[in-house]
């Protein structure tokens, strides 16, 4: 590459990540539902024609904007992982799902772009979905290497339920039981769902100790996805 072609390759990146900045600040103002590339454009001093060149579509950098954000809270839940990789798999679940909790309180306008009300409008491609199973597929690994080493507890599931627990299985973690598999379906949206409490404000003037509460709430979630044996790991 050239100098010239590596200055042009430098320019369109600061030009690109000054656009998805102001475009975060206009989530936070007004909404995705609102946002718009002239807006943006003109926040920037860029002629509507210019901005195109980056993001033919509004939609287009809705897709930016929620790759980033699933990029960042994985990178987090990775990041906290990797400090307590060497410990028991129920410790590594709270942390992981304490990262989560802790990114989504410090971008609470990012997390209801991935999290919240579907954008009107807007379908999200299947570009998105390496870096929105990020946080799964992290749970799944602490999940399935507690299953190779110690056993995981099996819930037993109604009759009418095993053709589908039998389908996640497959479908996300085959050499998990189809009984572990509906649970961690279930604990991820469980999980998710306590934040978007928080995140969005229900818990206001009803749980105050929101740390403590989480940490049991997700901790409870482990058991019932199997990790109930502190006694064989080193927690």
């Not at 943006?40 to 790759?67: C, K, N, Q, W």
């Not at 189809?178 to 998710?192: D, I």
């Not at 509460?213 to 482990?222: D, E, K, N, T």
Request: net charge neutral; glycine share 6%.
């Amino acid at each position: 590459m050239s100098s010239t072609q590596g200055a042009r390759a430098r320019a369109r990146i600061e030009v690109t990540s000054s656009i998805k900045d102001e475009a975060r600040r206009q989530l936070a103002a007004e909404g995705a539902a609102k946002l718009s590339l002239r807006a943006v454009a003109r926040e920037l001093g860029m002629v509507s024609s210019a901005l195109y060149r980056y993001f033919p579509s509004r939609d287009d950098l809705l897709t930016a904007l929620i790759i980033d954000a699933y990029d960042s809270v994985g990178q987090a839940a990775e990041t906290a992982h990797a400090a307590v990789a060497d410990t028991g798999s129920l410790r590594r679940w709270v942390t992981v799902c304490e990262a989560v909790r802790g990114w989504a309180l410090a971008h609470p306008h990012e997390y209801a772009l991935i999290h919240g009300s579907p954008v009107p409008g807007y379908k999200a491609p299947d570009t998105t979905v390496p870096a929105a199973a990020r946080v799964g597929l992290l749970l799944i690994g602490i999940v399935r290497d507690a299953h190779r080493r110690v056993g995981v507890a099996r819930t037993p599931i109604p009759a009418e339920l095993r053709p589908e627990a039998e389908r996640l299985s497959a479908d996300l973690a085959p050499d998990l039981p189809p009984e572990v598999a509906v649970a961690l379906v279930a604990g991820w949206a469980q999980m998710y769902g306590l934040i978007g409490f928080e995140v969005f404000g229900q818990f206001n003037r009803m749980v105050e100790d929101r740390e403590v509460f989480f940490r049991y709430a997700v901790s409870r979630i482990a058991h019932e996805v199997g990790l109930v044996f502190p006694e064989k790991e080193q927690e």
